[in-house]
């Protein structure tokens, strides 16, 4: 591939238009009949998990107000107004970063510069990133501006901790929330990606990839853009594996059978073996519940019971193994010794999914117990 193996894959696969954004079809929708019903907000709210488009949807947007002719949907990508958004040289479009720029100074000359009118846009439109990192006298200095701005301008905020930015702040805008987006769909984007760059990548090393990415798209492209730098041409599922630490899914499954038979001989040998290849526990651990999650939701399915791990395992007796798991993962991740920890996260996993919940035997006994009556007058 020469030197295209180096640019980054995140950005120069950043959506240019709003139907190249995946995984937000609820926001598109909305913004887009925003957008042809002339109803457009002054401030705007975007919150969610980094990677998920919350800043690519800002710039998008910000293109789509000042398309030539008046607001579109699908602004004419080659106009120079176009380009100057997407490539961040507009200078009617202000990108701030607000964990740089949250001073209450800062946001004082932003107060005063939103008065002139825009020199080349529609609107002068601002775009601060990681709002929620704004002192509280910069919010507050931006209070007014934000309830009653000039007509020419539009404030698009985004943040990954909503819960820091002011009520008062969120009150005022309208907002946006961006989901994870699903394994599914980030690997079929990385398919079109990897066809497109000349790559043969194995659909499981996709899958892999997709899964370590956390719902986050810009994480998933970073993860593909290594493992292009790592294999060349040519990614496997091992070679994801090796590279990140990971376990496959038959391995995984294999170990949740073992915990379902309580075979604790074959627990111990598996985690030796985690350890000698350098796998990541605390990420065989997350895998390990998204495993048994899946068969407890087949055992719902089923009517009570999942067939999944080689033998017949209750609805209950899963999500207490479930609960178990998770309530191991500070230990896991934060204990002395990691693998100590892990070995005995699973084997009290193994051992609260045999036994039974207290509650469901005094009910069981209950139930006998108004039934001996009856036997008896018989």
Sequence with gaps: ?????????????????????????????????????????????????????????????AKALN???????????????????????????????GASN?????????????????????YKIYIIDEVHML?????????????????????FFATTEAHKVLQTIVSRCQRFEFRPISNQVIAEKLSIIAASEGIQADPNALQSIASLANGGMRDAQSILDQMISFCGQ???????????????????????????????????AAVDEFVAEGRDLF???????????????????QGGSSQQFGQSISTESLMRMLDALQAAEVSVQQGL??????????????????SRAIDSLIQQIARVGELEPEKKKR
Excluded at 25 to 48: C, K, M, P, W
Excluded at 337 to 354: C, D, G, H, W
């Design 135 to 155: 002192s509280t006298a910069a919010f507050n200095a931006l209070l007014k501006t934000l309830e009653e701005p000039p007509e020419h301008v539009k404030f």
């Design 67 to 97: 398309a030539e002719g008046g607001p579109s949907i699908h602004p004419d990508n080659n106009s120079e107004v176009s380009q100057a958004i997407m490539n961040g040289s507009c200078m009617d479009v202000i990108e701030i970063d």
């Design 234 to 268: 040519s990614i496997s599922e091992a070679d994801v594996l090796d590279v990140y630490g990971l376990v496959s899914v038959e391995r995984i499954e294999g170990l949740a059978q073992a915990m379902v038979a309580m075979n604790y001989a074959a627990i111990i």
């Design 283 to 301: 990420r065989v651990l997350v895998d390990l519940q998204a495993c048994v999650r899946q068969g407890l939701l087949d055992a719902i399915q």
């Design 102 to 122: 949250n001073s209450v100074d800062q946001v004082r000359d932003l107060r005063e510069d939103c008065q002139y009118a825009p020199t080349q846009c529609r």
């Design 1 to 61: 591939m020469g030197e295209i193996g180096y640019q980054v894959i995140a950005r120069r696969w950043r959506p240019k238009q709003f139907d190249e954004l995946v995984g937000q079809d609820h926001i598109v929708r909305t913004l887009s009949n925003a957008i042809e019903s002339q109803r457009i907000a002054h401030a705007y709210l975007f919150v969610g998990p980094r990677g998920t488009g919350k800043t690519s949807t800002a710039r998008l947007f």
């Design 337 to 354: 010794s990691e693998k100590a920890n892990f070995e005995v996260a699973l084997l009290k996993a193994a051992e609260e999914a045999r």
